[in-house]
């Protein structure tokens, strides 16, 4: 039997026998990123010193297999459109959305080539329009056709990643590409293409940081994304008051040049905000839209997809989006 001879003895292994407790007390998040996303704002503010907890990233190219990592468990919370979170609830997969990033929708726009003869979307009608299945640009797509007065048989969808989409915009391959930022500042400002049908006025916007079911219930990953939230809004803050500084550290990740990382972001116009009544509003309308156009096959009511538990931190009046 271990006989403690003194008090002091008695802290010091009272001590000793508390470290692995506090080890295993330490938790790691595993983020879900798409390229140019979260943590290029977060390691350009700053605000990745310090965490009391670790973070190992997950990168994708598209909403679509982020979703898949959601579902899978594979990650606990992730960036992700609004139309995407739908097509993957729909499925069954067991996540909600905990914030809001709001936007300018119109970077989310059906582009042409430069020299197309296309001229509004009405003239899609008979032509080929690459998107992502399920994707935002799935969505715009959609959304513009309906405002044509025209429906997806009057058309051919044809599906394909941001990368083999432009490839087949500019090879004539398709005649349109559905998609959205920093590829559509991409095109136009390199004089390769232009915005045929802008999202403007078709779409809310919105982007969602959402999590896994799992994670919600997990009292300490919970508390850890919510600080997490709280220093992801304040370096989206923080970008837009530094614009040209995060234009260059944006533009070497996503390999853009500096001007075109600056203006597709800054053209965004994002801002975090906790979940409220008119954002549950536009998803639902979003749900009913996806449902009537056959992308989701029963009705969702999207009531119980979101987590009004979190907060992210008010901006003050001197904090402007350009």
Same mark, same amino acid.
């Given at each position: 039997?271990?006989?403690?001879?003194?008090? +002091?003895?008695?802290?010091?292994?009272?001590?000793?026998?508390?470290?692995?407790?506090?080890?295993?007390?330490?938790?790691?998040?595993?983020?879900?990123?798409?390229?140019?996303?979260?943590?290029?704002?977060?390691?350009?503010?700053?605000?990745?010193?310090?965490?009391?907890?670790?973070?190992?990233?997950?990168?994708?190219?598209?909403?679509?297999?982020?979703?898949?990592? +959601?579902?899978?468990?594979?990650?606990?919370?992730?960036?992700?459109?609004?139309?995407?979170?739908?097509?993957?609830?729909?499925?069954?997969?067991?996540?909600?959305?905990?914030?809001?990033?709001?936007?300018?929708?119109?970077?989310?726009?059906?582009?042409?080539?430069?020299?197309?003869?296309?001229?509004?979307?009405?003239?899609?009608?008979?032509?080929?329009?690459?998107?992502?299945?399920?994707?935002?640009?799935?969505?715009?797509? +959609?959304?513009?056709?309906?405002?044509?007065?025209?429906?997806?048989?009057?058309?051919?969808?044809?599906?394909?990643?941001?990368?083999?989409?432009?490839?087949?915009?500019?090879?004539?391959?398709?005649?349109?590409?559905?998609?959205?930022?920093?590829?559509?500042?991409?095109?136009?400002?390199?004089?390769?293409?232009?915005? +045929?049908?802008?999202?403007?006025?078709?779409?809310?916007?919105?982007?969602?940081?959402?999590?896994?079911?799992?994670?919600?219930?997990?009292?300490?990953?919970?508390?850890?994304?919510?600080?997490?939230?709280?220093?992801?809004?304040?370096?989206?803050?923080?970008?837009?008051?530094?614009?040209?500084?995060?234009?260059?550290?944006?533009?070497?990740?996503?390999?853009?040049?500096?001007?075109?990382?600056?203006?597709?972001?800054?053209?965004?116009?994002?801002?975090?905000?906790?979940?409220?009544?008119?954002?549950?509003?536009?998803?639902?309308?979003?749900?009913?839209?996806?449902?009537?156009?056959?992308?989701?096959?029963?009705?969702?009511?999207?009531?119980?997809?979101?987590?009004?538990?979190?907060?992210?931190?008010?901006?003050?009046?001197?904090?402007?989006?350009?």
């Amino acid at each position: 039997m271990l006989r403690i001879k003194s008090p +002091l003895g008695a802290l010091l292994l009272l001590g000793l026998a508390g470290l692995p407790l506090l080890a295993d007390a330490r938790i790691t998040l595993h983020i879900a990123d798409q390229k140019g996303g979260m943590r290029s704002q977060l390691e350009a503010a700053n605000e990745l010193t310090n965490l009391p907890y670790d973070i190992k990233w997950a990168e994708f190219p598209a909403a679509a297999p982020l979703a898949e990592a +959601l579902n899978a468990g594979a990650v606990d919370a992730g960036i992700i459109g609004d139309a995407p979170l739908l097509f993957a609830l729909a499925q069954g997969a067991p996540v909600k959305a905990v914030a809001v990033d709001k936007s300018n929708p119109a970077g989310t726009a059906v582009l042409v080539g430069e020299n197309s003869p296309l001229k509004s979307g009405q003239d899609l009608k008979g032509k080929r329009i690459a998107t992502g299945k399920g994707s935002i640009g799935h969505f715009v797509a +959609l959304k513009a056709l309906q405002q044509a007065g025209l429906t997806t048989a009057d058309v051919q969808l044809v599906f394909l990643g941001p990368v083999d989409a432009k490839i087949a915009l500019l090879s004539g391959s398709v005649d349109a590409w559905a998609t959205w930022e920093p590829y559509t500042t991409q095109l136009v400002k390199t004089g390769q293409g232009h915005v +045929l049908v802008s999202g403007s006025g078709l779409l809310p916007g919105n982007t969602f940081l959402a999590a896994t079911d799992a994670t919600l219930r997990d009292s300490a990953k919970r508390q850890a994304l919510q600080d997490y939230l709280r220093r992801l809004a304040n370096a989206e803050r923080w970008a837009y008051a530094n614009l040209d500084s995060y234009g260059k550290t944006l533009g070497k990740i996503i390999r853009f040049p500096p001007d075109i990382a600056r203006e597709q972001f800054a053209n965004r116009q994002l801002r975090w905000q906790p979940i409220d009544a008119q954002t549950v509003r536009q998803q639902q309308a979003t749900a009913d839209f996806y449902q009537a156009n056959g992308l989701i096959r029963q009705p969702l009511d999207v009531t119980h997809t979101f987590d009004k538990g979190f907060s992210v931190p008010p901006q003050t009046p001197q904090e402007g989006q350009p």
